[in-house]
């Protein structure tokens, strides 16, 4: 990905719909007959011209820099298949985890400053923050003083992704106050499923907390919540009453949610859940009926380059941890041995940082067979853009 250039173009996804084929552009979407195309099944060379001057296979160029802060790395729940995890739990609620740490005043200034050097560099006048952990919310202090000092960087959208269970109305209003637009937690499967994964480290489960505590930031906030449900052989049966549960005890007007096929993320995790037509039709299946519910589901749309992980060098965004230690993702961070830098004195040079550099998981898990992947997806997202468009939601 190294040289990619964010003013081109990226390759469209072309699927096949109910009435015709989606041609899925970073630049929007479109739906097209089988006469735009050739016999071969490729875009017919005048169609493929109109489409490029409506500018659908056009990235446009972020003016914003993507970065995401650990504000502490300790977590107060014990979730088995954490990725944060650095071995197997013993049966227990508390497997070990990458070394605790919390981000500080004295760091926030060398990030932030940091920041600024790339802005001015890549000519960037925004910032989009995101707030990682662990659980960003053990160290309230530091998220409140990184929202409140990013403000002078530009700051158009800041996000949380968190567990749910500490955040207070009154830490949910003060937050708000200093921009924090969204959070987003994950759902295991319904509450049983849920609170037998999704475990505190002194024991019990966490349905409960994580949907009040969503439930009174949004009474009380204009923060959104974004529900994120992992879909793995131990929870699939129960996602379908999850749904229901969510939209009786959360506004959904409020709420995004989306589904992901959980890879095989954390130490000792295994992953058994194929890529069948079957499973397809089940995440078919709740995202028409979450939309129902009046949830906001998001469109398909084609991979684009990360701009933490897909570029070297930070160039259009960074992964801090709370020591100041840059990695290339969230999935690196926390691990010393693949830090490329330091947010005071930059990235180490290339040749040091070469087998360092990951990418981030992606939105449907990484193990399996790609084609099935690919096949999966199409047929997924396919149907939620012939929904959306059969009920009038979808925009380009
Ligand atoms: S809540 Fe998140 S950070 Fe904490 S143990 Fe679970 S997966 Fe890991």
Known sequence: MEGSNREDEAPPRLIRGERGWWLLGPGGVARLGDAHLTPAGALRPDVERGLREQGLFTVRPSRSYSLTVLTATACNLGCAYCFQNLDQD??????????SVRLT??????????????????????LLLTIFGG????????????LERA??????????????????PRLARQLADLGLRYVQVTFDGDRPDHDRIRVRRTGGGTFDAIVGAMAAMTETTSIRCDLRVNVSPQNVAGIDALVERLAAALDPSRCTIHFARVGDAGV??????AYSDDLADRFIRWQRRALDLGFAVPRPRVRRPCNACSYRDGKYGAVVNPDGALYSSWTTAGRPELRVGTARDGYLPRERTDDRWFTCE??????????EEARFRDRVDAAHLDHLSATGRLRA
């Open 105 to 126: 005043s004295g760091v926030i200034a060398e990030i932030l400053t940091f920041v600024g050097r790339r802005q001015a560099e890549s000519g960037m006048d925004g």
């Open 151 to 168: 403000a002078g960087y530009g700051l158009r959208r800041a996000g949380m992704v968190s567990n749910g269970t500490l955040l207070t």
């Open 135 to 146: 659980e960003p919310l053990m160290n309230p202090r530091g998220c409140r003083e990184l």
């Open 90 to 99: 013993d049966g227990g609620t508390s497997p070990p985890r990458i070394a």
């Open 362 to 371: 992606d939105t449907y898990g990484r193990s399996g067979d790609r084609r």
């Open 268 to 273: 000792g995790y295994e992953d058994t859940l």
